[in-house]
C-alpha cells in the first residue's frame, strides 16, 4: 500500500508561482514512476508531468517549459514547481504514484489561478 499527501495548492494571480509537495508513504520510494495529474472543471482529468525512478520526466505540451517536476528521495517526497501560471491552470492537482502495476492516488489540492 501507497499512501500520498499533497499540499501547496492555493490561490495565484496570472504570471505567479506555486509549488505542489507530495508525501508518499508505505514502500519504497526509489521504485516508484510518479506522476501529477489535473482535473479542470468541467474537464477530464489530464496528466500535467511524469517522473521516473530514473529521472526521465515528461510533460504535457501546455505546461512545457513553465512546470517542473522533482524528487527529495530522502524525503519520498515528489514536488510540482510552476511557474508563469495561466487561468487554464486552475485545476484540482492530483499525485500519483506507479508501484509495481498498480496506481495509487491523492487526494488532490486547488489551484486556482485568478486577478
Known amino acids: 500500500q501507497v499512501q500520498l499527501v499533497e499540499s501547496g495548492g492555493g490561490l495565484v494571480q496570472p504570471g505567479g508561482s506555486l509549488r505542489l509537495s507530495c508525501a508518499a508513504s508505505g514502500s519504497s520510494f526509489s521504485m516508484y514512476v510518479m506522476a501529477w495529474y489535473r482535473r479542470a472543471p468541467g474537464k477530464q482529468r489530464e496528466p500535467v508531468a511524469t517522473i521516473t525512478s530514473s529521472g526521465i520526466t515528461n510533460y504535457a505540451d501546455s505546461v512545457k517549459g513553465r512546470f517542473t517536476i522533482s524528487t527529495n528521495n530522502a524525503k519520498d517526497t515528489v514536488y510540482l514547481q510552476m511557474n508563469s501560471l495561466k487561468p487554464e491552470d486552475t485545476a484540482v492537482y492530483y499525485c500519483?504514484?506507479?508501484?509495481?502495476?498498480?496506481?495509487?492516488w491523492g487526494q488532490g489540492t486547488q489551484v486556482t489561478v485568478s486577478s
Open positions: 500519483k504514484a506507479l508501484f509495481r502495476f498498480v496506481d495509487y
